[in-house]
């Protein structure tokens, strides 16, 4: 193999994870970006700037408030934003360091009206700051660490039940840690990284009255990311993310009362991601991949009415002098029926969802200093 073509295949892989603007979305339910902190593992002096903006479509079935069938529309779940800021950059010679901005957990509801469920609305917000450190033990092997202040607020009206709550915002502490090993010459590198659990305490008001204090727990899950030349100009890579939600169960005291269950209790989420990545000039890549996220049992509350999914994604990028501009779009299918954990009756679901997608559009700039 000629020099200029290893080169070649390093070069691509250093730029092939930013070919994918929309591929940090989470496996569904309110995460919204799969905890990435790659860019730690890349050398150089850099800052990128990712912007996302997602338009899930929400339809299923519901009931009038005289108990008539009638059908819920997609306007239950608007359209909303993410974005996060990377920066890294060399400290020494074997050491880094690196500050990133994002908004990892989020949920914007609105049900129009129409069904028993009209005036249902969750506007759930989050931001993550994260200061992050790296080690290079060899040429082959990096170690990356860090803490993360994760902040978060809250306000829910769900008019059918006659409950309201506020969680004011408040935030909690984590740490990051990882490693990964490389090849340069083969433009090879496999990494694992840990994101801690983070727990913040809210005071909460809720149905305008009663004083409460809401735990959330965010959680803790674990990235493997792999990635390979497997000829000139070309890269395959994959991960595995998971994220261990069981710790993060809503469920105010005064909504426990009335509803019998949590406000959102939701399952532990794994997703897979396999792709392919081309340079197909000195200044244009593109890539492909195709994302599965795992079905849990079918129940959802209207938080967060989805259940597994299936993901198409393409990118293209843009190289020019020390600027680097990606462009992407992601097609979801939610793939396994809802149905409500809370029942209008015993045995009959308040609602049932199916059919539902996401379209995401993404834009992702970079500057190399």
Do not use: C
Request: proline share 5%.
């Amino acid at each position: 193999m000629g020099f200029s073509r290893i080169i070649s295949r390093a070069v691509m892989a250093s730029s092939i994870a930013a070919l994918i603007p929309l591929y940090a979305f989470g496996g569904g339910g309110i995460s919204r970006d799969g905890q990435d902190v790659s860019f730690m593992y890349d050398n150089g002096k850099f800052v990128s700037i990712s912007l996302k903006q997602v338009t899930p479509k929400i339809t299923g079935s519901s009931y009038t408030p005289l108990g008539a069938p009638t059908a819920i529309s997609t306007s239950a779940s608007p359209a909303y934003s993410v974005y996060s800021v990377n920066y890294r950059q060399d400290a020494g010679e074997k050491t880094g360091l690196g500050l990133q901005i994002r908004t990892p957990i989020g949920a914007d509801l609105a049900y129009p009206a129409g069904s028993i469920l009209s005036g249902t609305t969750v506007d759930y917000d989050s931001q993550a700051v994260s200061i992050l450190g790296s080690y290079d033990q060899s040429r082959n092997l990096r170690f990356i660490g860090g803490f993360t202040s994760q902040s978060q607020n809250a306000d829910v009206s769900v008019p059918f039940q006659s409950y309201s709550a506020v969680a004011e915002k408040d935030s909690g502490m984590g740490f990051i840690a990882g490693a990964a090993y490389s090849i340069p010459e083969i433009a090879f590198r496999v990494s694992a990284t840990y994101f801690s659990e983070i727990t913040s305490e809210h005071p909460t008001l809720e149905v305008g009255v009663v004083p409460s204090t809401t735990t959330i727990k965010a959680p803790s899950g674990l990235n493997i990311d792999f990635r390979s030349g497997i000829m000139a100009d070309t890269v395959a890579f994959a991960s595995v993310v998971t994220q261990n939600w069981d710790g993060f169960v809503l469920d105010p005291p005064a909504w426990r009362a009335g509803a019998g269950s949590a406000l959102y209790d939701p399952a532990d989420k794994t997703t897979y991601m396999i792709g392919i990545g081309r340079k197909f000039t000195d200044t244009l890549a593109g890539s492909i991949s195709y994302g599965l996220s795992e079905e849990t049992d079918g129940t959802a509350t209207a938080l967060a009415p989805v259940d597994g999914s299936q993901d198409i994604t393409v990118g293209l990028r843009y190289t020019m002098d020390k600027i680097e501009l990606g462009l992407g779009g992601t097609l979801r299918t939610y793939t396994n029926d809802v149905s409500s954990t809370q029942e209008l009756a015993p045995g009959v679901p308040l609602a049932t969802y199916s059919d539902n997608t996401l379209i995401g559009l993404g834009l992702t700039m970079k500057y190399n200093y």
